[in-house]
């Protein structure tokens, strides 16, 4: 799996109940583009997705089960459970948030990933910063992705962009494929992240979201 995402594209299929292309039908007609497109993998959502994307492509799957707790802000895979859910439902790899904040349940970052690895399964750490990236590495993740940058307390910042400089400084700071997420908006920037030393880029809202793909013309048009 590895090999075949070297330099290519990944594209993330996900929409929450409060977006309007929500529904697993919805997403795994997503999942056919992309596929159809050429990218390499999917990331998705939810056994309910995931099962569905399924059916329709055979291209591998990051999974994930974004859950909300009261009491921790760790809402990507945050607990066993979830986890649980993906070993069910079969996923190539797992992504789970691997930043420093408390987990709900008193769940620990080390535990949930020695989990995961008595399950056989790899493992991509979704972190907000250089140090979490390599905790999660240190601790036995397989692959690194910079998802959370910008959407932690100590890293929201006024820059609306993809984080280049964070990519850089994981590329030189672990031998662990870096992937490069969050805010990628053009295939330019994709390729950037690329010549950076990205492993791969996982591209979401500027393929999946409409919405979001509206705002970009909307707010181009009145600048
Ligand atoms: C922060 C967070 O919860 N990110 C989520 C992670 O799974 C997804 O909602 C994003 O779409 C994905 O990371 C791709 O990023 P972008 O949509 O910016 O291309």
Redesign the pocket.
Known sequence: MLKQIKGKLIV?C?A?ENEPLHGSDIMAKMALAADIGGAVAI?A?GSDDIAAIKQVTKLPIIG?V?RIYSGSDV??TPTKKEVDELLQVGVDMI?IDATVRDRPNEESLPDLIQYMKAHDQLILA?ISTVEEGIHAIDLGADFV?T??S??TEYTKREQSG?DIELVEKLVHATDAPVFA?????SPTVAKQMIQKGAHTV????????PQ?ITKSFVDGLSD
Not at 181 to 185: K, S, V
Not at 202 to 209: D, F, K, N, Y
């Open positions: 993330s996900q929450l990331r959502n994930l974004k809402y990507i992504a979704d992705s998802t959370l910008g959407y993809p997420e969050g805010r990628i908006e996982v591209v979401g809202s500027a393929i999946t979201r979001c």
